[in-house]
T-cell receptor, first 109, second 115 residues
Framework: QQPVQSPQAVILREGEDAVINCSSS?????VHWYRQKHGEAPVFLMI?????EQKGHEKISASFNEKKQQSSLYLTASQLSYSGTYFC??????????FGKGTRLHILP | KAGVTQTPRYLIKTRGQQVTLSCSPI?????VSWYQQTPGQGLQFLFE???????NKGNFPGRFSGRQFSNSRSEMNVSTLELGDSALYLC??????????????FGPGTRLTVT
């Protein structure tokens, strides 16, 4: 039931792009993306709802394929501040978010 | 406005003891969710409260319980602590719950160490 995230870790140079994927074996109502820096609380990035509605930060983009139960987070022109662990959380319409194990992103100058 | 606050920030307990953690949500938020975070399992959902009612529960034993007060503040209790309960416990608040597309705001967490 826990969504699967890929890759598990990625190292980029500043300015490069990255895609983080999240897939579930269950039908989803929404997908949530959070970023957590070491020693800090997770911070909201984006919500993608069934039906196409999205809520999130302007500089973050993501997609949600409802038929495949998959979501992807797109990080373009990465900055040093993008470093951290990215979690996707899936919800089946029951107010219960199940998080994946995270994708560690490290940006090199 | 003030963010989500959790107390205490750090706690050391002995096996067999019980512990109570507190979470104060953002003013106006009525939904509070609790998560356990460990290096091996990541973020795991414990339960969610809305207007003093538990709306959802994760797959944790009955030793883990919680409640929510009329001012939306929430507490979680773990009885008969085990070594495996050592973790960072995070609470998150939202206006009316994530199923309505509300974003969650996480608190800084309580680091529990069981010896």
């Amino acid at each position: 039931q826990q969504p699967v995230q890929s890759p598990q870790a990625v190292i980029l140079r500043e300015g490069e792009d990255a895609v983080i994927n999240c897939s579930s074996s269950k039908a989803l109502y929404s997908v949530h993306w959070y970023r957590q820096k070491h020693g800090e609380a997770p911070v909201f990035l984006m919500i993608l709802l069934k039906g196409g509605e999205q809520k999130g930060h302007e500089k973050i983009s993501a997609s949600f394929n409802e038929k495949k139960q998959q979501s992807s987070l797109y990080l373009t022109a990465s900055q040093l501040s993008y470093s951290g662990t990215y979690f996707c959380g899936t919800e089946r319409g029951d107010d219960k978010i199940i998080f994946g194990k995270g994708t560690r992103l490290h940006i090199l100058p | 406005k003030a963010g989500v606050t959790q107390t205490p920030r750090y706690l050391i307990k002995t096996r067999g003891q019980q512990v109570t953690l507190s979470c104060s949500p953002i003013s106006g938020h009525r939904s509070v969710s609790w998560y356990q975070q460990t290096p091996g399992q990541g973020l795991q959902f414990l339960f969610e409260y809305f207007s003093e009612t538990q709306r959802n529960k994760g797959n944790f034993p009955g030793r883990f319980s919680g409640r929510q007060f009329s001012n939306s503040r929430s507490e979680m209790n773990v009885s008969t602590l085990e070594l495996g309960d050592s973790a960072l416990y995070l609470c998150a608040s939202s206006f009316s719950g994530t199923v309505r597309g509300d974003e969650q705001y996480f608190g800084p967490g309580t680091r529990l160490t069981v010896t």
